[in-house]
């Protein structure tokens, strides 16, 4: 009786959801790609119709987890907000949901070693997303004076550096860093304490 081989929907699309499950159990280097081809049920030899290697395939998920991020960040920033400093904070509380809802997707992204510039596709997501933060950050520095006034890209990457600190540490269950604090409490009381040091947003906000 001949095998049976993979015929229900997208085998590229498959072999992506295959990888996201390995990753989260194994990590990015944990597995190869003929495991993902048996995990799928196809052979090796029909991976590599659709990738050239297992970094090419993480670089896949990576992307794919780019644009679910920037959607994200996208959707809690064009909420109506409050103010601009609600809105920088609805979009670090986004950064926080990804990472919990996504983690094959975050781990692939961030942990991987896949670089930014392995696709112009994948610089180009990962770009939206921060572009976002950007935003967020160049509509709450419009009240300072120019001459005063830092970057937004500035801003924006130390509040990325602190949304993905909060993660590591308080977010994703690693062992013996439990804080007595919502990680969604330390990343907003920590987004207030550095905009305030920047004379971004006064003491009674």
Do not use: C
Not at 29 to 40: I, N, R, V, W
Not at 114 to 140: F, T
Request: hydrophobic share 45%; aromatic share 8%; no cysteine.
């Amino acid at each position: 009786m001949a095998k049976r081989g993979y015929h229900h929907g997208n085998l590229r699309q498959a072999l992506v959801e295959t990888a996201l499950k390995l990753i989260e159990e194994k990590g990015p280097t944990g597995f190869t790609l003929s495991e993902a081809a048996k995990q799928t049920g196809v052979t090796p030899a029909a991976v590599y119709r659709h990738f050239r290697g297992r970094e090419e395939l993480i670089a896949e998920a990576a992307l794919q987890g780019y644009g679910i991020f920037a959607e994200m960040l996208e959707h809690a920033h064009a909420r109506k907000q409050a103010s601009a400093l609600a809105a920088l904070e609805a979009a670090g509380r986004a950064y926080l949901a990804f990472a919990r809802e996504f983690p094959g997707h975050y781990v692939a992204m961030f942990e991987s070693g896949i670089s930014l510039n392995h696709s112009p596709e994948l610089a180009a997501a990962a770009g939206r997303a921060l572009g976002v933060l950007e935003r967020a950050a160049s509509d709450l520095s419009a009240r300072i004076p120019p001459q005063r006034r830092p970057p937004a890209s500035m801003v924006s990457a130390h509040i990325w550096a602190l949304s993905h600190g909060v993660v590591e540490l308080f977010a994703r269950g690693s062992p013996g860093t439990k804080s007595p604090f919502a990680p969604e409490d330390l990343l907003e009381s920590g987004i207030a304490i550095y905009l305030s040091g920047l004379g971004l947003i006064r003491p009674d906000e």
